[in-house]
C-alpha cells in the first residue's frame, strides 16, 4: 500500500463536450478532499476553473504526486512521455474509444479512484523507446515513444529497403511498406495490426516488425529490449518519415542512420487493486465472445 496522494495533476484535453464533465466532477471531488488540484493549462480553453490552478505537464510532473489522464490512449501517449521525466504517479480514466492504458470507467470514476487516492492501487511502470537520427556521425534529432516507432516513406504507397542490424550484427534486410519498433505496452496497437504478436507489459522486449514486406517468409521478431536497433537505407531513394506514437513526426534522409534503443525514462502506471490486464486484453479485442 502506497501513501495518500497529496497533489494531483488533471491531465487530458477533451475531443468530446462530455469529457469535459469528468473534468469537473474529479476537480469538485479532490477538492472537497482537501487535495491540492493543478489542472493542465491547455484545458484552460475548455472549462473555466481558478487561474491559479493551470499548469504546465512540466510543472505537474515536478509538483503533483499523482496525474489523472482523462481521455483515450491519446491523451495518455502524450501525456506519459512528458512525465517519464518526473517521479510522479499516473492513471487513466477512459473517455476514448479501447483505452487500453485508460482503464477507469468514467461511469464509475470516484468509485474506482477513492482506494487510489488513498493509497491502494498496484504499479506497473512501461518502458519508453528512444530514436536517435545520425547525419555523418552527428546527432541531428531524437525523440521518445510509448508504443512505437514507425519508419515509413514520405510517399504513399511506396516501398523501403532497409538493413536492420542488432547490437551493430546484421540481423536482416527487406523490402516492404516500413517498419514498427515496438514495446510491450506498443504490442497491442499498431504493431497488432500489421501482425506482430501481444506481449505482457511486464516483458522485458521489443518486437520487431516488417509493414507489408515483399515476401512471403518474413515474420516478426521479439528481442531483448537492451538490444539497439540500428537501420539503414543503402539503396532507398525517398526521404522518410519516423512516426513516435503516430504523434511527432521527425524527417530522414535515406542517407541518415537511425538507432533506437530503450530510453532510460518510464513512466509509472498505476492501477486500482482490482484492474486485470488479461481480463481487459479480452474484453477490448472482443477474446471474451463465444463463438457457438
Known amino acids: 500500500m502506497g501513501r495518500p496522494f497529496k497533489c494531483v495533476g488533471l491531465v487530458g484535453i477533451p475531443r468530446k463536450l462530455e469529457a469535459i464533465e469528468t473534468h469537473q466532477v474529479l476537480y469538485d ?21 481558478p487561474s491559479n490552478v493551470y499548469a504546465s505537464l512540466d510543472t505537474i510532473g515536478e509538483q503533483a504526486d499523482l496525474a489523472i489522464v482523462v481521455g483515450g490512449d491519446g491523451n495518455m501517449l502524450r501525456s506519459a512521455r512528458h512525465l517519464s ?30 482506494p487510489v487516492i488513498k493509497g491502494e492501487y498496484d504499479d506497473d511502470p512501461r518502458f519508453l523507446l528512444e ?36 547490437n551493430e550484427r546484421n540481423a536482416f534486410s527487406q523490402h516492404a ?27 522485458d522486449a521489443l518486437i520487431i516488425t ?22 539503414k537505407f543503402p539503396t532507398t531513394a525517398l526521404d522518410l518519415n519516423i512516426a513516435c506514437d503516430s504523434q511527432i513526426i521527425l524527417p530522414i534522409k535515406p542517407t541518415q542512420d537511425v538507432i533506437i ?12 487493486k482490482d484492474y486485470d490486464y488479461f481480463n481487459n486484453l479480452s474484453s477490448k479485442l472482443g477474446w471474451s465472445q463465444k463463438m457457438f
Do not use: C
Open 29 to 49: 471531488w479532490l477538492v472537497n478532499l482537501g487535495i491540492e488540484v493543478l489542472v493542465e493549462d491547455q484545458l484552460a480553453q475548455y472549462i473555466k476553473f
Open 85 to 114: 521525466h518526473y517521479k510522479i504517479k499516473v492513471i487513466g480514466v477512459n473517455r476514448g474509444n479501447l483505452g487500453f492504458l485508460t482503464d477507469i470507467s468514467h461511469d464509475h470514476v470516484i468509485e474506482q479512484l477513492t
Open 131 to 166: 530514436v536517435s537520427i545520425y547525419s555523418d556521425g552527428q546527432l541531428i534529432n531524437s525523440g521518445f515513444a510509448v508504443n512505437e516507432i514507425v519508419v515509413t516513406p514520405n510517399t504513399v504507397a511506396h516501398m523501403i529497403d532497409y538493413d536492420v542490424y542488432i
Open 177 to 203: 511498406d516500413g517498419l514498427i519498433i515496438a514495446t510491450p505496452t506498443g504490442s497491442t496497437a499498431y504493431s497488432l495490426s500489421a501482425g506482430g504478436p501481444i506481449l505482457a507489459p511486464h516483458l
Open 210 to 231: 516488417p509493414m507489408f514486406p515483399h515476401s512471403l517468409a518474413v515474420r516478426p521478431l521479439v528481442i531483448k529490449s537492451d538490444n539497439p536497433i540500428h537501420l
Open 261 to 272: 534503443r530503450r530510453s532510460d525514462y518510464e513512466f509509472n502506471l498505476i492501477h486500482s
